[in-house]
Structures are given as structure tokens and as C-alpha cells.
């Protein structure tokens, strides 16, 4: 959701603002802007659109400067235009100013500030900030910082930079990330490392109400109360060729051919000698003895990994498993208590809804553990425990490779507490992990025969509507399967528990209607046989998903795709994969904006 990137250097700041807006494209895509210092004025130059339309209108104008902030936007308050993008000046163009977040109290800070006779130029929250530091500006912008912040109610990300103090960089941050860089006679602040790391991968992670001063070969850091803070440096261990698409089209295949690295990169350095360990995590058999319940929170498609996470914890744990919208358990009055186990999964770490039912759940006495991708964000650092997922930075908005490592930490999760609460035998023990290793070898068999699943996707992506079936895990990866259909290729789907669809939706299904049915299931697949030929009978035209071991599955169906065949709780790790290729070729014969696709943010970090 929207982009930050500030310079200060011995270099030029245009080129290098530009350069990390294009890393930073994915997090929002309305409209762009940067302000540089030239000397003499603080000059801001914006355009609505795609970066692209900034780096035209660029082309034709000199901005040289050795201090600037940029901005690529993600429309919340105001619509997407030149006049509501950032950065944002203020009224005496003393101020320029970038924000991620929403400012909740701008209405009534609005209206004073008007009544003080001061001019609003855009439709913006963020206006808010820039008018209130020119009001309370003392010759010190540490101080007017200071006085801002304590005034402003709501999340942010503030870049900041000041006229009268040229070589200064100024960033804070509540509820919404924001990193420095630490370089050589150069720093950087960003809203993520993606960003920098072609610059440096040395970054500092600021937490609520910390302010960085940055200047280009010293940085500091205060609290709210003006008090200096020490911060520690963090090294990146992944290169910038992440941020690139290295001879992909896009960054969504990119990601999805990544994903046998990926998990294994997440699953290897956790299983010594057989068994599976988690750092800094103990969960022993008297304290999982305790929970009652286990409730899964999370957004989007980390909710679906929640989704199967409930079948395979209620399955192996026998214990009661929860799965909650985050947007939706944070106002609900959740039943939760000191022995509910929470569990928070999320891509980014920065979903301001899954943190806020985190802090919901621990006000109420959970204890959080949190499946994370991003290290040190700020559900990382709120919850009890975290167990990180190492898919590195992910850029296509419609998660791939997030989504696969978030899976397979839930299964090491599953097998880990079945053992310790003796629900799993020394030999099924064995045999999970042997197909847990599997799992990535598994996947490169099914991405080489991505061929087959273009040819399907070329069939198919004329159509208006297509209905995902499942039962058990089955279902939950149909969950995924549709929403990454919706998100990236703007087709209507829905995805359907199949015994279910007879109630109601199945008088959707009309002569051509695509039925994905997806009958990995063993235990399931002669009642997904039935489901096929229900929807069948009404005209559909199935294509069928299931395991190698069930080719009977032909007799049925119009089309198939096979996975391996492995156990039914890996399963899902299998089937989920040939669904986003699906997703991914039905949106490349369209000729959608793939790793962009319209109306998404990647990180939702609003509410
Ligand atoms: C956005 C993204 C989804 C993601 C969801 C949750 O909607 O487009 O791909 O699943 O946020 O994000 P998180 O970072 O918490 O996993």
C-alpha cells in the first residue's frame, strides 16, 4: 500500500528516487511523484497513472539535487490524480512530505487548520501533516516532528524533507513500516528494503514513534520524548536480483517457479536428524495439553493457508480450530482466552488488520505465534513467538510463493504438536517427513509440465464464470484457486464446498459453465465423483484436479491435470500449484497487468 523512498547523498537524488519507485511499484500503482532539493527550492514533480508517466513527464525536466523523497501511491483518501499524490507540500513550500497509512482525525485537524486561514491543495489526509509542521515549525524539525506526531491520530509512514534544512532526511513511522539504509556518504529511508538493495544492504527497521534524522554520513534516532536511541543495523542476505525479473515476464511466474527453493529453503535448516525443531519456539506437551482452541488469524490468501490449516490441525490434533478474517475477529468480541493458541499468518507482517487482532487476541490473554515472511515487521515483533518463512521478498501483487512456504510451515507445525501431544506414531512420524522433503522436488515435476496448463488456459480464458469444487483441503486450495483467478485475470469465480453447490449456486451452472473440480481426496473422491456428475448433468465442462493414482478420474470429466501422488495433508502444497498457472496463463491470454493487477496493493496496511 503505497511506497516510500527518501535520498541523501553525494549523489544525484532524481535517478535514484526513480530507480526505487520501480522496486517499489508493486505497493501501489495510481500515481507517482518525487521532491528534491535543488539548492534553492524544494521542486516536486508528480503524475497520476504508472510510474512510467512520471519518468516521461521527468524526461523533459532537469531536477538536481542531492536530497529528495518519492512516493508511488495507493489511492485512500482522495482519488487517484496529479493534485492527491505525493509528495505533498506545504503551504509556505518550506515542507515536502510522502505518507503511507491514513490519518484518522484529519477531518476535525482539517477544519482548523482552514479556520487558521490556511489553503488545502488536495483531497488528501496526508495534507494534514505537511500544513501542521509549516503551523508549528521553531527553526528545529526534530521539535515540530515531535509536536505533529503527538497531534495526528492513525497509521503512518512519514518522509519528510525541509527547506531551511537541506541536508536532512526526516522519518517516523506508527502502525506502517519504514526502514533507513545505512550507505557510504549516502543514506536512505524506505517503506521496504526492495527498494535499496541495489544501494545498500545494511538497513535499520524503525519502530512506532521512533524518529530518524539522516543526513549523508550520520544518522539518529529519538523517541517521542526527544531522547537519543540506539538502533541496531540489520544485513540483508538477499540480493536485488529478487526485485528483478530476471529474464521472466513477470514476477508472478517468476515467483511461482521459485517455489521449490522456497520451501525448501523454509522446511531444510528446521529438520535435524529426522525431526523438526523451531528456534526460540518451545511448545511442550503441558502447555499444548492446555489449549482449547486454536485460532488462526490472517487476510486474503494467508487466510486460506488458515483455511487448510484447520482440516490438518483438527485432523492430527484433535483439537478445535478457528479460522478467522482478521478484519472480521478484531470487532467481533472473540471468544479467546489464556488458553486459546493464537496463530497470525501473514506475507508481509504488516497487514493492519492481522496486527490488530493479534492485539485484540493478547489483550485477552492469547499467547501469539505468528507465520511471518518479513523479518523484524511489526506482527513479528508483536507477537509471542514467530516462525519466519524464508520465500524471500515477493513482488507480483497475487502471492505464490508466500502462500506455499506459509503452507508447509503449517504442516511442520502440525506434525510438530501431534508429537508432542503423542497423537502421531514413531513410523507416520517418519513417513511425514519423508514426504515433506518431497514436497519440493514434487513441485518441479509439476512446473515443467506447465505447458499443458497454458494449453488449458488458452481454452478457457474467455470465460465469465467459473466455480471452484472441493471437499476437505480440497475446497480450502479451491479457495486460493479462485481468488487467484479473480485477482489476476478479473474473471468471476467462486469457489464452492461441493457438496454444497446443490444448495443453491449450482442453478449458476449452465451449458459451458467451467467446473474446476479438484478430488485429491481419497477418503472424499468417490463423493467428488458424484459432484462431478451433478454439475455435469446441468452442462458444465469440468476439469478435473486430482492425483495420479486416480486416472479413473477421465470417465467423468472433460479435462485433467495430476499431481503426484503424496499424502492427503501435503497434498494441498501440490494442488495449489497448477491452479496458479491456471490463474497466471488465463491472465497473460487476456493481456492483463499480471504483477499489478487493478484495484490490489500488496501490503494492505490501512484498514
Ligand atoms: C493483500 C494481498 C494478498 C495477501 C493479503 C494478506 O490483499 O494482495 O496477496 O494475501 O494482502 O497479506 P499478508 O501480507 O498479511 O499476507
Redesign the pocket.
Known amino acids: 500500500m503505497c511506497g516510500i523512498i527518501g535520498y541523501v547523498g553525494y549523489d544525484q537524488a532524481t535517478p535514484l528516487l526513480l530507480d526505487g519507485l520501480k522496486k517499489l511499484e508493486y505497493r501501489g500503482y495510481d500515481s507517482a511523484g518525487i521532491a528534491v532539493y535543488d539548492g534553492n527550492l524544494i521542486k516536486i514533480v508528480k503524475a497520476k497513472g504508472r510510474l512510467k508517466s512520471l519518468c516521461d513527464k521527468l524526461s523533459a525536466i532537469s531536477l538536481e539535487g542531492h536530497l529528495g523523497i518519492g512516493h508511488t501511491r495507493w489511492a485512500t483518501h482522495g482519488k487517484p490524480s496529479e493534485k492527491n499524490s505525493h509528495p505533498i507540500a506545504s503551504a509556505s513550500k518550506n515542507f515536502a512530505v510522502v505518507h503511507n497509512g491514513i490519518i484518522e482525525n484529519y477531518l476535525c485537524l482539517k477544519e482548523n487548520l482552514i479556520k487558521k486561514g490556511i489553503n488545502f491543495e488536495s483531497e488528501t489526509d496526508s495534507e494534514v501533516v505537511a500544513q501542521l509542521l509549516d503551523l508549528y515549525y521553531d527553526g528545529d524539525v526534530l521539535n515540530t516532528v515531535i509536536k505533529v506526531i503527538n497531534i495526528i491520530e492513525g497509521s503512518y509512514a512519514l518522509g519528510i524533507i525541509c527547506k531551511n534544512e537541506p541536508e536532512t532526511l526526516v522519518a517516523v513511522k506508527k502502525s506502517s513500516p519504514l526502514i533507513v539504509g545505512v550507505g557510504k556518504n549516502e543514506n536512505f529511508i524506505a517503506s521496504d528494503a526492495t527498494a535499496i538493495v541495489s544501494r545498500t544492504k545494511n538497513i535499520i527497521r524503525l519502530k512506532d514513534e521512533e524518529i530518524a534524522i539522516v543526513n549523508k554520513d550520520n544518522i539518529k534516532f529519538y523517541d517521542k520524548n526527544k531522547n537519543l536511541i540506539s538502533k541496531d543495523v540489520f544485513h540483508i542476505d538477499w540480493d536485488v536480483s529478487v526485485a528483478e525479473k530476471s529474464g521472466y515476464e513477470h514476477f508472478m511466474l517468476k515467483e511461482i517457479m521459485e517455489q521449490p527453493k522456497a520451501i525448501m529453503d523454509t522446511i531444510k535448516p528446521r529438520i535435524k536428524d529426522g525431526k523438526i525443531f523451531f528456534d526460540g519456539i518451545s511448545l511442550s506437551k503441558e502447555k499444548l495439553g492446555n489449549i482449547n482452541k486454536i485460532c488462526i488469524l490472517?487476510?486474503?490468501?494467508?487466510?486460506h493457508v488458515g483455511y487448510v490449516a484447520k482440516y490438518i490441525f483438527e485432523k492430527m490434533l484433535r483439537k478445535t480450530v478457528e479460522i478467522d478474517v482478521a478484519s472480521e475477529f478484531r470487532y467481533m468480541n472473540p471468544i479467546v482466552d489464556k488458553n486459546t493458541m493464537v496463530i497470525a499468518?501473514?506475507?508481509?507482517?504488516?497487514?493492519a488488520d492481522?496486527l490488530a487482532a493479534i492485539r485484540e487476541a493478547k489483550k485477552l490473554g492469547a499467547q501469539a505465534l505468528s507465520i511471518v515472511n518479513v523479518v523484524g515487521s511489526s506482527i513479528a515483533n508483536e507477537s509471542d513467538s514467530v516462525i519466519y518463512t524464508w520465500a524471500g521478498p515477493e513482488i507480483a501483487?497475487?502471492?505464490t510463493k508466500?502462500y506455499s512456504t506459509q503452507l508447509s510451515v503449517i504442516y511442520m507445525l502440525a506434525i510438530y504438536m501431534a508429537d508432542k501431544l503423542s497423537k502421531v506414531s514413531y513410523e507416520q512420524y517418519n513417513s511425514y517427513i519423508k514426504d515433506l522433503m518431497k514436497i519440493p522436488s514434487e513441485i518441479e515435476k509439476i512446473l515443467s509440465g506447465h505447458n499443458l496448463i497454458k494449453t488449458l488456459a488458452k481454452k478457457f480464458y474467455n470465460c465469465k464464470n467459473v466455480f471452484f469444487i472441493g471437499r476437505n483441503t480440497d475446497y480450502a486450495v479451491s479457495l486460493e484457486g479462485s481468488l487467484k483467478l479473480k485477482?489476476i485475470s478479473y474473471i468471476h469465480s467462486e469457489a464452492y464446498p461441493a457438496g454444497e453447490l446443490k444448495h443453491g449456486t449450482i442453478s449458476l451452472i449452465e451449458d459451458g459453465t467451467l467446473v474446476v473440480a479438484l478430488a485429491t481426496n481419497d477418503l472424499l473422491y468417490e463423493k467428488m465423483i458424484s459432484n462431478i456428475k451433478e454439475v455435469k448433468a446441468r452442462g458444465a465442462t469440468v476439469l478435473t484436479l486430482t492425483s495420479q493414482k486416480h486416472k479413473d478420474i477421465e470417465s467423468v470429466s472433460d479435462f485433467n491435470i495430476y499431481v503426484p501422488d503424496i499424502s492427503d495433508i501435503m497434498v494441498p502444497s501440490l494442488s495449489v500449484v497448477p491452479l496458479q498457472l491456471f490463474s497466471y496463463y488465463i491472465a497473460y491470454f487476456k493481456n492483463c497487468d499480471i504483477d499489478k493487477p487493478r484495484n490490489?496493493?500488496?501490503?494492505?496496511t490501512v484498514e
Open positions: 490472517a487476510c486474503g490468501s494467508a487466510y499468518i501473514s506475507q508481509s507482517g504488516e497487514t492481522t501483487v497475487a502471492t508466500a485477482e490490489l496493493a500488496k501490503s494492505v
